[in-house]
């Protein structure tokens, strides 16, 4: 059985005609950047966020930098981010000369640890960067008081969870992304909403950082040949918004899908001992960017080893601590070994996910990973 990682063509197939007229009038009309396609995308993802600011650009690290930038970050100033996540969220504060802090994360939600956040803050400390790893929420509300008691800013990494609800404790719902003063997210061809080449957004709910933001994304100009900061070439281009406008009414139905094969998977794995399947947070929806299992036996390797040699993708997300990463050990300060990130590093594995899995294909998945267990 031919098993994808990730399925982007079944999809794209789907909804062909829709894209293939609409790249073609782009191609007709040759607005190729910021024509009419991206703004139409940008009041389309803005009405399904309910955010008063999209702002469309490059790519989903990109749109981090441009957030820091926006929020006038300088050189020392520390920004606090998980340990276990992936080098983006880290590599743009280390680019702009600010200090990424690292801290533990929660062993059953992946996500950053609010007491570790408490406890890094110090007098430089400007901003927190909560990454939405998997699909899953962080702990927003208790992040969103931690930094008002500070008076830090709020960055979401929102690049695995678009289309997730952060649930309030009131029952209030809100979408991940347009919760903390700015929100990040990509369009990488595999993420939950993707596109066919590089794309992302940032997100506010600001008047003047929204108008800040558009700047810095477009050298620092409102008004062409007037630059009023020092900005940078951050586009979507229009071919992109295209794609991304003929996906998202769909994003919805893509996420059910994705957490209907999550919910397969957690009936499959319930018996098997040595898994365990990904906790799901009362305050959050969980929109399965990844299905990650733990696998505490200290057999994660053994079962990778299985599943290539049976031709089932997987993969290690993520593999290395970003105190360990060569690159971030001159940023690591004192952080050497949290216990939490540590150990995920050693057991995470993620399968198959995506919105054109068939239950065949589950259940050859699943068969094979039971196997391994009981061999
Ligand atoms: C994909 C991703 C990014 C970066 O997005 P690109 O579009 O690849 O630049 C940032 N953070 C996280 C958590 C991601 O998964």
Known sequence: MQIQLVDVHTQYLKIKDEIDSGIQEVLDTTAFINGPRVKRFQKELEAYLGVKHVIPCANGTDALQIAMMGLGLKPGDEVIVPAFTYVATAEVIALL???????????????????????????????????HLYGQSADMEAIMNIASAHELYVIEDN????????????????????????????????????????????????????????????????????????????????????????????????????RKAADYYDAAFAEVPALITPYRAPYSTHVFHQYTLRVTDG???????????????????????????????????????????????KEVISLPMHTELDEKQLEYISRHVISFFRK
């Open 159 to 258: 690049a695995q969870a678009i289309g997730a609800d952060y649930i309030y404790k009131n029952g209030e719902r809100a979408k991940t992304g347009t919760i903390g003063h700015i929100g990040c997210t990509s369009f990488y061809p595999s993420k939950n909403l993707g596109c066919y080449g590089d794309g992302g957004a940032i997100m506010t709910q600001d008047d003047e950082l929204g108008d800040v933001l558009h700047k810095i994304a477009n050298h620092g100009q409102s008004v062409r040949y007037y630059h009023d900061l020092v900005g940078c070439n951050s586009r979507l281009d229009s071919i992109q918004a295209v794609v991304l406008s003929a996906k998202l009414p769909h994003l919805d139905e893509y996420c059910d899908a994705r």
């Open 299 to 345: 057999q994660r390797e053994a079962l990778k080893s299985y599943l290539d040699e049976h031709r089932i993708p997987n993969m290690i997300y993520y593999p290395v601590p970003l105190y360990k990463q060569k690159a971030f050990a001159p940023y690591a300060g004192s952080t050497t070994y949290l216990p939490n990130t540590e150990l995920l590093c």
């Open 97 to 131: 000369g600010l200090t990424p802090v690292m801290v533990d994360v929660d062993l059953d939600t992946f996500n950053v640890n609010t007491e570790s956040v408490a406890a890094a803050i110090t007098s430089r400390t400007r901003a927190i960067v909560p990454v």
